[in-house]
């Protein structure tokens, strides 16, 4: 199984600053076509979870550009680069690399 | 637009069976990958099991004794079953489609308003 691991937990930020969440896989997830298999979801409160980030950087259709994922191998990040209020929620990491998906704890994102 | 909703009892007895349906509209089972995720209350998600339209399947190994996933391409469906189930399986569960990427990966691009399944006598 891959362990996919998230920090911080919770993530208390000022409207218009910037945010980032690590997540950490116990496998590389770097496929033998060159791309990482690492997917960033978004849940938002009452809401189903939905995609924001695939291939560890690439933006999911309609994602704003604010969102940008980054990393290879074992370490990824998310960013936002200016949070607004519509952002909150918990996010999760998940690799796609084997077919037993994992995710990661989730990280919760609240306005300050 | 593509949309999954999920169907089912919302209450389940200890030791029983849980089953659920997903009807998907606006778009064809044929061609893709399908899952269920479940999330217990106040909790992370744990993916299940998945299935491709042509029957193929694979399932978490900490459920695999308990858990069958099929599909009815006919109705445009595929159905989750966990037997014997205990309160520890009280989640909200949801299907969701796996997109196909040109690069080779499979992410969950759309998923289902989830449904709550309470093990409860």
């Known amino acids: 199984d891959i362990v996919m691991t998230q920090s911080p937990l919770s993530l208390p930020v000022t409207p218009g600053e910037p945010a980032s969440i690590s997540c950490r896989s116990s496998?590389?997830?770097?496929?033998?076509?060159?791309?990482?298999?690492l997917e960033w979801y978004l849940q938002k409160p009452g809401k189903s979870p939905q995609l924001l980030i695939l291939?560890?950087?690439n933006r999911a259709a309609g994602v704003p550009d604010r969102f940008s994922g980054s990393g290879s191998g074992t370490d990824f990040t998310l960013e936002i680069s200016r949070v607004e209020a519509e952002d909150v929620g918990v996010y999760y990491c998940m690799q796609g690399l084997q077919s037993f998906r994992t995710f990661g704890q989730g990280t919760k994102l609240e306005i300050k | 637009q593509v949309q999954l909703q999920e169907s089912g009892p919302g209450l389940v007895k200890p030791s029983e069976t849980l089953s659920l349906t997903c009807t998907v509209s606006?778009?064809?089972?044929?061609?893709?990958?399908w899952s269920w995720i479940r999330q217990p209350p106040g909790k992370g998600l744990e993916w299940i099991a998945y299935?491709?339209?042509?029957?193929?399947?694979n399932y978490n190994p900490s459920l695999k004794s308990r858990v069958t996933i099929s599909i009815d391409t006919s109705k445009n469906q595929f159905s989750l079953k966990l037997n014997s189930v205990t309160a520890a399986d009280t989640a909200v569960y949801y299907c969701?489609?796996?997109?196909?990427?040109?690069?080779?990966?499979?992410?969950?691009?759309?998923w289902g308003q989830g449904t709550l399944v309470t093990v409860s006598s």
């Open positions: 969701a489609r796996h997109e196909n990427h040109r690069s080779g990966t499979y992410p969950l691009d759309c």
């Open positions: 496998q590389s997830l770097l496929h033998r076509s060159g791309h990482n298999f």
């Open positions: 299935i491709h339209y042509t029957g193929s399947t």
């Open positions: 291939l560890g950087s």
């Open positions: 606006g778009g064809s089972v044929s061609g893709y990958y």
